[in-house]
């Protein structure tokens, strides 16, 4: 059995889809209507995860992954070209990781889901001041070296999101976003999920 991927076109879980598109490996994937909480074969989703919401990985062990980080570190230790190597190397990911989880991606839910202008335009302003974070220091063409990270792919997303919301980005995270946009997988993955 490959393993497979629960995504929404557009969601975080495109930073998943994106990984595993990068490890070249098989998976199968199955669209989910977070809203109706229904696959696209028609399944309960909620019978495949309370929580809900994607990403969620199903194993070869028919085991079940769930939260962003957990699922791009898995990713990771499965291939490490998608990790850093050295001593701290998983623990630099992870700390990049959680940076964009906890800081920026809690920070895009007023844009998503609110109607007050004011606590959008303060969302908007707060992300961009977090992302000087990734951009203070920027020396290299990915986050960590010469080639993208977990940790990049789930960057990019929030820089698409910033994109469709017109937040303003520094200019080397927007050349990051154009960077990571290009790679063939990345566009395999945005293509499958209806973006191109
Ligand atoms: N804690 C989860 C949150 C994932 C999350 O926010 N997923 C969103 C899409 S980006 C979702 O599925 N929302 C639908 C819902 O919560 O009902 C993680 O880090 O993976």
């Known amino acids: 059995m490959a393993i497979k991927l629960y995504y929404s076109p557009l969601a975080c879980s495109l930073a998943d889809h994106i990984a595993l598109h990068e490890t ?10 977070l809203k109706s909480k229904r696959t696209e074969s028609g399944r309960d989703y909620n019978s495949v995860t309370t929580k809900g919401y994607v990403p969620a990985l199903v194993l070869e062990t028919g085991e079940t992954l769930t939260e962003n980080i957990a699922v791009l570190d898995w990713i990771a230790s499965r291939h490490p ?10 623990t630099r990911v992870l700390e990049a990781l ?8 809690r920070s895009f839910l007023p844009m998503w889901h609110s109607e007050n202008t004011e606590e959008k335009a303060k969302a908007s302003e707060t992300i961009t001041n977090r992302l000087a974070f990734f951009s203070d220091g920027l020396k290299t063409d990915y986050l960590f070296g010469d080639r993208p990270s977990v940790a990049d792919f789930y960057l990019f997303v929030m820089l698409l999101w910033a994109e469709r919301f017109q937040i303003l980005v520094p200019t080397s995270l927007v050349q990051l976003r154009d960077r990571i946009r290009a790679r063939p997988a990345v566009q395999a993955a945005m293509s499958a999920e209806g973006l191109l």
Do not use: C, M, N, W
């Open 98 to 105: 959680t940076y964009v989880s906890t800081e920026l991606h």
């Open 24 to 33: 070249g490996q098989e998976f199968e994937r199955e669209r989910v209507d």
């Open 81 to 90: 070209k998608l990790g850093i190597a050295g001593p701290l190397g998983r």
